[in-house]
């Protein structure tokens, strides 16, 4: 049988990964006008993979697409807010009350150890929004639901578009290690209903705080 050869990856793939690093990054502030001739020069590229690159982003909330004006980097009102946490607080919810039920004792002490993480980085930004959201992920993957795994993934991508301000607020990455600790005591003790809660509560004061 004849090896199979893969592709590389697709050129537009990069280059979505290259915006979508810069849009995080805050090098494109939200509302700004995506320059396409500006991008493609840089970058060394044809507008072609550029444009494919744009409708990925524009797929995933980060940009949006206006007739004849162009793309802009997506700018989330006070109701996209609301409607984004509140659909990452039942789905993820609900996956905290499954790892609850089903997690193995190793999984458990996977998800202690990226607590940690979190709890040793506090006086450093990046890799505390790094962590937070590994943690948040794999208790995901835990749950064992790839299609809420998908669906969360990209609600969380437009959840960046404002999270690393607003996580950041006086006091407010404190409060969010707490409630972090208040779930993985639930979740050592099994507590399916108190990881739910906790849970809740911790999409519901970083609305507020988000605001």
């Known amino acids: 049988m004849a090896a199979l050869t893969l592709a590389p990856r697709a050129l537009y793939e990069e280059v979505a990964e290259l915006l979508r690093e810069r849009i995080f990054a805050r090098d494109m502030e939200p509302g ?26 524009a797929a995933e909330g980060l940009v949006t697409m206006k007739v004849r004006r162009g793309a802009y980097v997506t700018e989330v009102s006070e109701q996209d807010l609301r409607e984004v946490y509140h659909l990452l607080s039942l789905l993820e919810s609900d996956a905290a009350g499954e790892v609850a039920h089903r997690a193995s004792d190793e999984e458990l002490l996977e998800l202690q150890a990226l607590h940690a993480e979190l709890e040793a980085a506090i006086d450093e930004r990046a890799r505390f ?35 690393q301000a607003s996580l950041f607020k006086t006091g407010r990455v404190q409060e969010s290690l707490a409630e972090h600790r208040a779930l993985m005591e639930a979740l050592v003790r099994r507590d399916a209903a108190r990881c739910v809660a906790r849970m809740q509560a911790h999409f519901a004061n970083g609305l507020e705080a988000a605001g």
């Open 129 to 163: 929004f790094t962590i937070n959201e590994q943690f948040h992920m794999r208790l995901l993957e835990i749950a064992g639901n790839r299609w809420r795994d998908q669906v969360v993934a990209d609600l969380r991508k437009v959840m960046k578009l404002n999270r």
């Open 32 to 57: 700004a006008w995506i320059d396409e001739i500006r991008i493609a020069e840089e970058l060394g590229i044809s507008r072609t993979p550029l444009r494919e690159a744009l409708k990925v982003l």
